[in-house]
């Protein structure tokens, strides 16, 4: 097992293939949305969150094409991460900073919550590394569906580090 796959999903997408992609949101969007969208769900399955019953898993799929996953992980001192905050996290300590898209699965009793979205504090860390108008956030809602938008529609007038340039 190399470094990456130890800390990461291991999961490599093909950069040449993803990149145009994720910026021209053609029909390709929704392949890479719905692969993404697997390996959140995998990452779910990790999920602590014995208080809540609120499992979340995430993708973060980087411009290199690696995937970090990551799970919401609660504490009885109601202490904890999100899964979003936990893959962004992962990925910032393995070295790599530059993110195209990330995958949200959660849901309260291992069901469907429906667009499952990034709070606000997720946002905020998010908003420090993506370009707001290229980042896809994608989340499904309780019928399956899949919706991916980009952060800037998310998170509009976003505080970030080019303010303090
Ligand atoms: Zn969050």
């Known amino acids: ?30 392949k890479i949305a719905e692969k993404l969208m697997k390996i959140a769900d995998e990452a779910r399955k990790y999920s602590y ?3 809540s019953k609120f499992s979340v898993g995430a993708a973060l799929l980087c411009m290199d094409g690696t995937i970090y996953t990551g799970c919401n992980v609660e504490t009885a001192a109601f202490t904890g991460i999100c899964a979003e905050r936990n893959a962004v996290f992962k990925a910032i300590s393995d070295g790599r900073k530059s993110f195209a898209a ?14 499952c979205a990034p709070c606000g504090v997720c946002r905020q860390v998010l908003s420090e590394f993506v370009n707001p108008f290229e980042f896809m956030v994608i989340f499904r809602g309780v019928t399956g569906d899949t919706k991916a938008i980009s952060f800037n529609e998310m998170l509009p007038y976003s505080f970030g580090p080019e303010i303090l340039e």
């Not at 130890?6 to 969007?29: A, F, M």
């Not at 990330?102 to 429906?114: N, Q, V, Y």
């Open 49 to 51: 969150s014995p208080y």
């Open 1 to 30: 097992m190399d470094e990456i796959s130890r800390y990461s999903s291991g999961i490599v997408l093909n950069p040449d293939d993803l990149h145009p992609v994720i910026r021209d949101k053609d029909v390709e969007t929704a």
């Open 102 to 115: 990330i995958a949200i699965s959660g849901g309260k009793h291992e069901m469907e919550s429906g667009y």
